[in-house]
């Protein structure tokens, strides 16, 4: 059983950074995809970064350019750098695992991020 626990969300001023972490139970190594996603209030949760076992990247419009995902095989964790945060940012981000191609998504407890001066 994937298990997910995300850290690193707070609050941030506009303009502002934030790094998230998401560590995995068990081998990243194998899993076909990681990925983040957010909620704000009263919205749907939306993809936001995906990166796949063969370092394929893919990213939600408002945030290319922005924000990176990045993995770490050895610490089995992956990251979110959010740099030059805007206020539409504000959510709670969650981590997901996909262990196959086409299987479920696992999903992390989630992490807030507020950007708010």
């Known amino acids: 059983q994937v298990q997910l626990v995300e850290s690193g969300g707070g609050l941030v001023q506009p303009g502002g950074s934030l790094r998230l972490s998401c560590t995995v139970s068990?081998?990243?190594?194998?899993?076909?995809?990681m990925g983040w996603y957010r909620q704000a209030p009263r919205k749907l949760r939306e993809p936001v970064a995906t990166l796949t076992s063969d370092y394929s990247r893919t990213y939600r419009d408002s945030v290319k350019g922005r924000f990176t995902i990045s993995r770490d095989n050895a610490k089995n964790t992956v990251y979110l750098q959010m740099n030059s945060l805007k206020p539409e940012d504000t959510a709670v981000y969650y981590c997901?695992?996909?262990?196959?191609?086409?299987?479920?998504?696992?999903w992390g407890q989630g992490t807030q991020v507020t950007v708010s001066s």
């Open positions: 068990g081998s990243i190594s194998s899993i076909y995809a």
């Open positions: 997901s695992a996909q262990v196959v191609a086409g299987s479920q998504l696992r």
